[in-house]
T-cell receptor, first 114, second 114 residues
Framework: DVKVTQSSRYLVKRTGEKVFLECVQD?????MFWYRQDPGLGLRLIYF???????EKGDIPEGYSVSREKKERFSLILESASTNQTSMYLC?????????????FGEGSRLTVL | AQKVTQAQTEISVVEKEDVTLDCVYE???????LFWYKQPPSGELVFLIR??????QNEISGRYSWNFQKSTSSFNFTITASQVVDSAVYFC???????????FGQGTELSVKP
């Protein structure tokens, strides 16, 4: 069974802390994505990656960075967490070179920044 | 610009009722795909359907059906004889640029009461 695993389902952090959200997929997919989900706004793309050590900004990259050192792992980093980054974060992966393929999602990481 | 609009934020129905979730999109592409995803309370988005803009025939899968109308840029989703297990947030999505990125609508939260 294909799987995208996000390391933490729930996190509570303080303003200014550095936060790492980890995502691992076992499908050998080239493409990986980080989305943020907020009520009334749907899912918004933060960053994506098409290959190891490659990353591109999505629609709302400010305040975030990413790391892709291995094909199966895509990490989202909040260098200095702020309260407006309280949200649900969803990782996804997909096969390469396609606008026709579906995305495979993890269960999400709900982050609260106090 | 690519855009997906789901105007219905929340819908509540009683079990066995039929319900239609609306999706309106904008795209600069002449050929494209459209998607519907389901997000149950567990959080993981699950792929439901992909439709090609070449094919405007309605699609039916059990109690689910999809009405794609290019003339009105709509891709509506109907659940017939709804069940409590259908309670979820449903997202309509459209690829943008290249590389498998999806742009999502705001989502419609469906609540089916027994």
């Amino acid at each position: 069974d294909v799987k995208v695993t996000q390391s933490s389902r729930y996190l509570v952090k303080r303003t200014g802390e550095k936060v790492f959200l980890e995502c691992v997929q076992d499908m050998d997919h080239e493409n990986m994505f980080w989305y943020r989900q907020d009520p009334g706004l749907g899912l918004r793309l933060i960053y994506f990656s098409y290959d190891v050590k490659m990353k591109e900004k999505g629609d709302i990259p400010e305040g975030y960075s990413v790391s892709r050192e291995k094909k199966e792992r895509f990490s989202l980093i909040l260098e200095s967490a702020s309260t407006n980054q309280t949200s649900m974060y969803l990782c996804a992966s997909s096969p390469p070179y396609t606008n026709t393929g579906e995305l495979f999602f993890g269960e999400g990481s709900r982050l609260t920044v106090l | 610009a690519q855009k997906v609009t789901q105007a219905q934020t929340e819908i509540s129905v009683v079990e066995k009722e039929d319900v239609t979730l609306d999706c309106v999109y904008e795209t600069r592409d002449t050929t494209y795909y459209l998607f519907w995803y389901k997000q149950p309370p567990s959080g993981e988005l699950v792929f439901l359907i992909r439709r090609n803009s070449f094919d405007e025939q309605n699609e039916i899968s059990g109690r689910y059906s999809w009405n794609f109308q290019k003339s009105t840029s709509s891709f509506n989703f109907t659940i017939t004889a709804s069940q409590v297990v259908d309670s979820a947030v449903y997202f309509c999505a459209l690829p943008y640029n290249q590389g498998g990125k999806l742009i999502f609508g705001q989502g419609t939260e469906l609540s089916v009461k027994p």
